[in-house]
Nanobody, 127 residues
Framework: DVQLQASGGGLVQAGGSLRLSCVTSGFTFDDYGIAWFRQAPGKEREGVSYIATSDGMTYYADSVKGRFSISIDKAKTTAYLQMNSLKPEDTAVYYC????????????????????WGQGTEVTVSS
């Protein structure tokens, strides 16, 4: 069975940091790209960052560029999202997802509901 287990969320003050983890299993890690999405209350789901696992190419939403960093550990088939300089507007439930690897700024569109999704981890940033 395919599993994506997200963790690492919590309550942090503005300006603080958190590192989210996404432990995966059940699929060939190198054949897939891993993304982090988030959904704030009353808002649509937003693609935050994406990494192509085969070569480490990364993409970021403009709202997090320079503050967030996505990475992977192939040996552990785990993806991470390091979040620094957090802002109250970063408050959301964060989800990791896996889809067949692709490249390009339209990566968000490849993560349909038919792809693999984790259960989400909640991040709350207080002002």
């Amino acid at each position: 069975d395919v599993q994506l287990q997200a963790s690492g969320g919590g309550l942090v003050q503005a300006g603080g940091s958190l590192r989210l983890s996404c432990v995966t299993s059940g699929f060939t890690f190198d054949d897939y790209g891993i993304a982090w999405f988030r959904q704030a209350p009353g808002k649509e789901r937003e693609g935050v960052s994406y990494i192509a696992t085969s070569d480490g190419m990364t993409y970021y939403a403009d709202s997090v560029k320079g503050r967030f960093s996505i990475s992977i550990d192939k040996a552990k088939t785990t993806a991470y999202l390091q979040m620094n300089s957090l802002k109250p507007e970063d408050t959301a439930v964060y989800y990791c997802a896996a889809a067949p690897e692709m490249y390009g700024s339209d990566w968000r569109g490849h993560f349909t509901d038919d792809e693999y999704w984790g259960q989400g981890t909640e991040v709350t940033v207080s002002s």
